[in-house]
């Protein structure tokens, strides 16, 4: 990976670095060194975007299995961290488009009582083919590295990520506190986070 001198900065420099020995070499520690050199920041944009420290921190997690599954793809003619954020806000557009309501409106109008037309939107609670295209991708993310977790782990992020249910309700059906549950998926996502840095190849 070549880079002329004058167009980076000395940090940027040191990134191209780390990744060619990432790509080359398969070297953990460059992961783990790119990891802590953008994982404050990437959670912070994340979190601007979401504005939600729970759904922050799943998301950041994404991003950077996303950037080192797909690292062999990235062009040096941008920057290391560019090519992360670009990463980690697309990740948050899918997630708030899937969260988006989803309407359909009824073809024929009808009219009110002024008699101006109006058309009745109603709920769809299917997911539209992009939506389902972007749940079936993070399910298979996450699969990739979650039977590597402790038994009780695997049971919370399944239960998070591939049944897509709340704090609450995941306390709700284990008959855990909820702040039992909470302190655990943390635990559990720290874990993953782990794993995304020291085994590119179990992403």
Not at 44 to 66: G, P, Q, S, W, Y
Not at 106 to 132: F, R, V, Y
């Amino acid at each position: 990976m070549e880079v002329e001198e004058k167009e980076f900065s000395d940090k940027a420099k040191k990134d191209f670095l780390l990744v060619d020995r990432a790509i080359k070499n398969n070297d953990q520690k460059a992961y783990a060194e790119l990891m802590k050199r953008y994982r404050k920041s990437v959670f912070h944009l994340v979190l601007k975007m979401v504005r939600n420290a729970d759904e922050a921190e799943d998301l950041t997690i994404e991003a950077f299995a996303k950037a080192f599954k797909g690292l062999h793809k990235f062009n040096p003619e941008f920057t290391f961290s560019t090519w992360l954020f670009r990463i980690a806000t697309n990740n948050c557009i899918d997630y708030i488009r899937k969260k988006r309501v989803l309407t359909t409106s009824i073809d024929n109008p009808m009219k009110d009582s002024d008699g101006d037309e109006m058309t009745i939107d109603i709920k769809d609670s299917a997911l539209n083919p992009e939506d389902q295209n972007i749940r079936t991708q993070k399910i298979e993310l996450m699969q990739m590295i979650v039977t590597k977790l402790p038994s009780k782990y695997q049971v919370l992020i399944k239960m998070r990520y591939f049944q897509e249910l709340s704090y609450e309700e995941i306390a709700d059906n284990l008959d855990f506190p909820l702040g039992t549950v909470k302190a655990q998926l943390h635990r559990a996502k720290e874990l993953l986070f782990d794993m995304v840095k020291d085994r590119k190849d179990a992403i």
